[in-house]
């Protein structure tokens, strides 16, 4: 009787299931989620649900497109958890894209429901998107097998690798926004046609959009920001002109304040590269006058970024923390900073070695 | 002195059967009974070695001094000896009030054949037989050692099976040798058959999982473990024998690991651990991922889930316990199945209705995937008590993840490791890892000092 009793139990139990039990079937998965500057109120959310098929193939990529308008986030996402008839999944969001309206003006209050919801993935990309985040998330490529896939694999570094694109994260934004000496930025995405046009990024100080960098600005930046080489330059150099595949790049900065004289940014960069596209070099020339062509172009470009930004008080590459972090003074360390760097001068300093003229002789 | 009357006495009860023969021999003034089980005993020794002698025997010999000068025969002094010796397969001979009994068993049980349950490429292919003497034969050209050490004993009151405890005197541990004695001596039952069943009777705990004894057919296993100090238990009439004390990594390791190079064959017990995690782990990460934490996919592959069980309409454990038992049904047929009959049960089960099972929408195709593997993984455990026991392990992990996710399966994780970690094998730790073990083979661990 009492053996009996136990497996009628045992039977009752494997009927049941934990609390948190949903199938994945019964789940919405939210693949991207678009934050506008509401009409009437504060935001307009879009959320891109994907709707799932058994069978994934290429232009196929079905979605379902949700939005609504609150006062805040949490409120939107609230109401549109009624107009669906699955549960909201916002674990597999894997891209925010901000309007840029909306990144005008107290970026940091509206992150803030990003990094307390449970269930977001600190690891997603942010974007901004031009002209509304509505937009770009309307828009599905043809080559997509499942929706959004083109914007996922855009940013993160297993589909294209352009050097255009820069990725950032939700984490690294979060952090940027609080710490005092590295400025958050974001990747700008912008529709044409029907693509994605991915070749600009804002740069934000702690608040709003201050500086919008254009392609080739972009470039350098990335390649400052994340030591990345596979990138072209254009140099232009009387009578040379020819376009440089940098194949390696390094580099390393420091801060020197002297006790009579302006302060001054020191930046040596190496760069190993390949002549590409050119009908002016050869061979057998002397590769000494390639090369220095190669260095000034590049000194001039990343001085025009670096200068750009210390004109707008911007440092997304994270100089006023470095230079915190090499001095003992306290909190006395930010108020100098924030003196040094408007006056700041740079001397970079580049080192081209030409490992080839891509020509085969 | 024993008299006819007496010994008609004793075999009387034995006389009923048919099988049971008596004979008089008679050849001039000699006379002599013979008594026999016909099924048991070879008649060619009767002719041989009674009737032949008794026949060309000289004048001047008793027949008496013939049998006593006959290599296995033995004259018996006490009458109640008699039905046993007979139920050996002797032949019992009276001769003017002497009982000599001849051992003429008749075995058919001594063929060598070759290794099915532990089949190896590279070792050798012959296994253990069913005849314990060959048994013993095999083992001591294997392992030609002064101190190898076999002691009989016999158990079981009807089938009085008989039972050699083998051992390397000197490198055996005292204590288990002991331990293991005594828990054969508390040993009382009618009948013993298997070694399963008297794994079960040595061990006291009644509810256990996992085998305490190592079921091995090969001698060359046999030979490794008892140059480690191991104890080997042969019984009669059964084609393995069992290793005492055995620990978790026995079970999971194959003799053809010493075959092959270091990499090789270090990459294929790893291999095979992974294996034993994934088997007792998948069907119930299948559940947690499918129902509790989807994000830990890739969201291509969530999505293209999703889709296959999109028109499953239960949720996804009763799906898994619909493909387990289908999987653990066919196992369980095709291991008791004819061969002719097999093939066709695993067509039908296999193909046709995993096929059926997801387009008529019961179960999605991700679980037809992880069916198979858990069914496939699980056979790459190469001592087969171990595999039966994984078979069964993962159920409680499929209980807990239904009930709390992935947290669930870390929880049965880290009680399972704990269970093995209790365990104990006559009195030597279960779940042991091996460093700095003396080797036997000088390959897999180095002794260190």
Redesign the interface.
């Known amino acids: 009787m009492k053996k009996l009793m136990i497996i009628m139990l045992f039977l009752l139990l494997i009927n049941i299931s934990g609390c948190g039990f949903k199938d994945i079937d019964k789940r919405f998965l939210v693949v991207a989620i678009g934050v506008d500057k509401g009409e009437v109120k504060k935001y307009n959310v879009t959320l891109k649900l994907i709707i799932p098929t058994a069978l994934v193939s290429p232009g196929q990529s079905k979605y379902q497109l949700i939005h609504y308008e609150g006062d805040s986030i949490s409120e939107a996402i609230e109401y549109l958890r009624s107009e669906i008839d699955k549960q909201l999944d916002l674990g597999h969001a894997k891209i925010t894209i901000i309007g840029e309206a909306l990144a005008q003006d107290q970026i940091s209050n509206h992150f803030d429901w990003f990094i307390r919801r449970r269930g977001i993935q600190r690891i997603e990309y942010v974007a901004l998107g031009q002209p509304s985040a509505k937009d770009i998330l309307s828009l599905s490529q043809q080559s997509e097998r499942l929706a959004g896939n083109s914007l996922i694999l855009s940013f993160g570094h297993e589909g294209t690798e352009s050097s255009f694109i820069v990725t950032e994260y939700l984490y690294d934004f979060y952090e940027r926004l609080l710490e005092k000496g590295k400025d958050p930025f974001m990747p700008v995405i912008r529709v044409r046609g029907d693509t994605y046009e991915i070749n600009k990024a804002a740069l934000f100080d702690k608040e709003q959009v201050k500086l919008m960098l254009d392609p080739n600005d972009t470039r350098m930046f990335k390649a400052l920001l994340m030591k990345k080489s596979n990138f072209e330059v254009r140099v232009k150099e009387d009578p040379l002109e020819y376009t440089l595949s940098v194949q390696h790049l390094r580099y390393h900065f420091k801060i020197v304040t002297p006790s009579n004289g302006d302060p001054y940014l020191q930046l040596d960069m190496k760069v190993k590269g390949i002549a590409e596209e050119s009908d002016t070099i050869q061979f057998h020339e002397s590769w000494n006058e390639i090369e220095r062509a190669a260095e000034q172009s590049l000194e001039r470009s990343i001085k025009q970024l670096l200068e750009k930004m210390s004109a707008q008080q911007l440092d997304p590459l994270g100089f006023g923390l470095r230079y915190m972090a090499t001095r003992h003074d306290g909190e006395k360390e930010w108020e100098d900073w924030q003196s040094i760097y408007p006056k700041l001068q740079f001397r970079v300093n580049v080192k081209v070695t030409l490992e080839g003229t891509g020509e085969i002789n | 002195m024993i008299t006819i009357g007496e010994l008609s006495r004793t075999v009387k009860k034995a006389m009923d059967s048919s099988d049971f023969k008596t004979a008089r021999l008679q050849h001039k003034h000699e006379e002599l009974l013979v008594y026999y089980y016909e099924s048991l005993c070879d008649l060619k020794v009767l002719r041989e070695r009674i009737s032949a002698p008794l026949v060309k025997r000289s004048e001047e010999q008793t027949f008496t001094e013939v049998l006593q000068s006959e290599l296995g025969c033995e004259e018996v002094h006490d009458v109640s000896e008699v039905v046993e010796k007979l139920l050996r397969g002797c032949i019992v001979i009276y001769v003017k009030d002497h009982v000599f009994v001849l051992q003429a068993l008749k075995v058919l049980t001594d063929q060598v054949r070759e290794a099915t349950v532990e089949a190896s490429i590279e070792g050798p292919h012959y296994c253990l037989t069913e005849n314990l003497h060959m048994n013993l034969n095999l083992i001591r050209q294997r392992y030609p050692s002064k101190d190898l050490t076999a002691k009989e004993k016999v158990l079981g009151r009807i089938s009085n099976t008989k039972l050699i405890l083998l051992y390397h005197e000197g490198l055996v541990q005292a204590e288990v040798l002991a331990h293991i004695e005594q828990q054969l001596s508390r040993i009382d039952v009618d009948l013993i058959q298997s070694h399963g069943q008297l794994e079960a009777l040595m061990t006291k705990k009644k509810y256990r999982l996992f085998p305490l004894m190592l079921n091995t057919e090969r001698p060359d296993r046999i030979a490794l473990n008892l140059a480690q100090g191991k104890v080997v238990i042969l019984l009669d009439g059964i084609p393995s024998a069992l290793i005492a004390p055995a620990v978790f990594y026995d079970f999971i390791s194959a003799v053809d690991d010493t075959t092959q190079s270091f990499f090789v064959s270090h990459s294929i017990v790893l291999l095979r651990y992974m294996a034993l995690l994934i088997t007792i782990t998948l069907p119930a990460l299948y559940i947690a991922i499918?129902?509790?934490?989807?994000?830990i996919f890739r969201?291509?592959l969530?999505?293209?889930?999703?889709?296959?069980?999109?028109?499953?309409p239960y949720?996804?454990?009763v799906e898994v316990?619909i493909m387990m038992f289908i999987i653990e049904t066919l196992i369980e047929a095709s291991i008791r199945l004819p061969k002719y009959i097999g093939q066709a049960a695993t067509t039908v089960g296999g193909l046709i209705l995993g096929q059926a099972a997801q387009q008529a929408g019961l179960v999605s195709?991700i679980m037809i995937i992880v069916t198979s593997m858990v069914a496939i993984v699980n056979f790459v455990i190469p001592i087969n008590a171990m595999s039966y026991a994984m078979r069964v392990v993962k159920y409680p992990f499929i209980?807990l993840s239904?009930?709390?996710?992935i947290t669930?399966i870390i929880v049965a994780l880290f009680c399972f490791s704990m269970y093995l970690a209790n365990m104990e094998s006559f009195g030597q730790p279960y779940f042991k890892l091996f460093v700095g073990e003396k080797s036997a083979t000088g390959y897999k661990h180095k002794e260190t000092s």
């Not at chain 2, 499918?290 to 994000?295: A, D, I, T, W």
Request: aromatic share 16%; hydrophobic share 45%; no cysteine.
């Open positions: 499918v129902s509790y934490n989807p994000e969201v291509q969530a999505v293209s889930i999703a889709g296959s069980r999109a028109s499953v949720p996804s454990f316990f195709s209980l239904m009930f709390f996710g669930g």
